[in-house]
């Protein structure tokens, strides 16, 4: 076990970082094709192909997710993971040839380093060629390398964050984990305490204020830009489309055990699951699994993250 999302058989990753423009791509490949669902839950989204993963569609597989920087622009990234399938041979099957299905969400990273960097094809292609079965690097790579918290006052009272991931094994052989992108205009908490592990910083940079007394107390004027926190649970359980979409909403809580405020008119919040089909499982108990791989790839994404483009993380940040 690598306590990361490779630890379900078939699935790679692979990131593309460009940590001068503090952007960049990540790869979720599934080459074998896993049945998928999708929770959207922020209210400003940027996504590509999840209705086609709604109960009732007709495709049920998909070969790869993908999440990216960039904001919109970075759905771009999607092509290049095409690329990389097409020349494998794989993916949906139709009369004049395979069609790789590769959904995929963003993040709002144009705020720190370039704006006018933004992954698309190549990047998208170069994070397949990077993409491995075993470790997952954490924390300021791939689609996390932009990512930033707590960003209510501006950026320049924001924390860096990155991309986590975890795993678990219940029941003997059932593996259940998460990839999770942080880039929430809320604040990173601690399940167990209630600790703000990452938020907007006070002005003398002694620890974090939080985001959510400060929302109640200046109800009007605070405009915080554009965030989201955007992931992948993944599962070697078997499920139907229809309970990998459920897998994908229940597993949403984690997001509200470690992220407050969240899903809110400024969060783009995504969740993807993927099943493998090989175990049969209770689909509660892979969500109460997948729930907790969630909140703690997301406690990982803070804690791995570097002082990247300005921007300090957490561990740098001197709390009195």
């Known amino acids: 076990m690598f306590s990361a999302i490779t630890d379900v058989l078939g699935i790679k990753v692979g990131h593309y970082t460009d940590r001068r423009a503090a952007t960049g791509c990540t790869v979720i490949l599934c080459e074998a094709g896993a049945v998928a669902g999708v929770d959207v839950s922020g209210a400003s989204p940027g996504t590509r192909e999840t209705d086609l ?6 495709v049920e597989k998909v070969q790869a997710i993908v999440l990216s920087g960039g904001s919109a622009f970075g759905l771009d990234a999607a092509s290049g993971v095409m690329k990389y399938l097409e020349e494998r041979g794989l993916g949906y099957e139709t009369s004049a040839g395979k069609v790789p299905i590769v959904p995929a969400a963003i993040i709002y990273d144009l705020n720190i380093g370039d704006s006018k960097v933004r992954p698309g094809l190549n990047e998208g292609y170069q994070a397949c060629l990077n993409a491995s079965s075993g470790t997952v690097a954490e924390g300021c790579v791939g689609a996390g390398t932009g ?46 305490t209630g600790r703000i592990l990452a938020g907007p910083r006070k002005p003398d940079g002694s620890g974090f204020l939080s985001t959510s007394e400060l929302w109640k107390r200046e109800c009007k004027g605070m405009v915080p830009p554009f ?26 809580a984690g997001i509200a055990r470690t992220i407050n405020p969240c899903h809110t008119l400024y969060d783009g919040d995504v969740l993807f ?19 907790e791989a969630v909140a703690e790839a997301i406690i990982r994404a803070i804690h791995k993250a570097e002082t990247l483009a300005g921007v300090p993380a957490a561990k740098d940040v001197k709390e009195c």
């Not at 960003?151 to 029941?171: F, N």
């Not at 965030?227 to 078997?238: D, L, S, Y």
């Open 53 to 58: 993963l709604r109960p009732g569609n007709l």
């Open 147 to 192: 990512a930033t918290v707590g960003k209510i006052l501006g950026i320049e009272r924001a924390v860096k964050s990155g991309l986590g991931t975890a795993s678990q094994k219940i029941a003997g052989d059932v593996v259940i984990a998460a990839l999770m992108v942080v880039n929430a205009v809320g604040d990173v908490i601690d399940p167990e």
């Open 227 to 252: 965030n989201t926190v955007i992931g992948v649970v993944a599962t070697n359980a078997k499920l139907s489309k229809a309970q990998a979409n459920r897998l994908a909403r229940i597993a949403q």
């Open 273 to 291: 699951a993927l099943s493998s089909g090989e175990i049969e499982a209770d689909l509660s108990a892979v969500g109460a699994a997948a729930t």
